[in-house]
């Protein structure tokens, strides 16, 4: 194993490029390996996972470029970054609708228990709009909402002729 601060060409030690490397430690984790040497100094202090950390790393939530606050609406539904959260998604987010109604009970939701929108307006989570329901009576309630407007619809359009008659 070489000492730190030993130097040798690219060629003694594997590399295609004769340039200059020496045998360096990174500031952070400590881990040593080859780094090239620009003029007298080596190309960096960090290895490569530390590297993407302190650039990357430090730009991620609420100092990242595109930050919403934790928001984001995919598909209709409203996600919010909760990490913290034991039925988050891989990226920290959960359903907001979900939230809102753990809140409501006071615990948190099992996978198999479906939030519905009453309304059927997927993005409106107020506690008033949101029931809780299982995966067999899920589809009745969906049916029963697209009867219901259905019947409104053809209820106004009934009116409507009405009018004209």
Not at 80 to 96: C, D, I, W
Not at 125 to 133: F, S
């Amino acid at each position: 194993m070489p000492e730190i601060g030993e130097f040798k060409h690219g060629r003694e030690i594997g590399y295609t490029q004769n340039q200059k490397y020496v045998w360096h430690a990174c500031k952070d984790c400590g881990k040593e390996r080859w780094v090239r040497l620009i003029g007298e100094s080596p190309r960096s202090d960090l290895c490569l996972p530390c590297g993407y950390i302190e650039r990357v790393g430090k730009y991620t939530g609420a100092n990242a470029t595109f930050w919403k606050g934790g928001r984001k609406v995919l598909r209709g539904y409203v996600y919010l970054m909760r990490k913290e959260h034991p039925y988050a998604t891989s990226k920290g987010y959960v359903f907001e609708h979900r939230l809102v109604m753990e809140e409501v009970l006071g615990r948190y939701l099992e996978r198999h228990e479906i939030v519905h929108h009453l309304n059927g307006i997927t993005d409106d989570n107020r506690k008033e709009n949101l029931a809780l329901v299982t995966r067999a009576n899920h589809p009745l309630q969906t049916l029963k909402q697209l009867w219901q407007k259905r019947i409104r619809e053809l209820e106004a359009e009934l009116s409507q002729q009405r009018m004209t008659i």
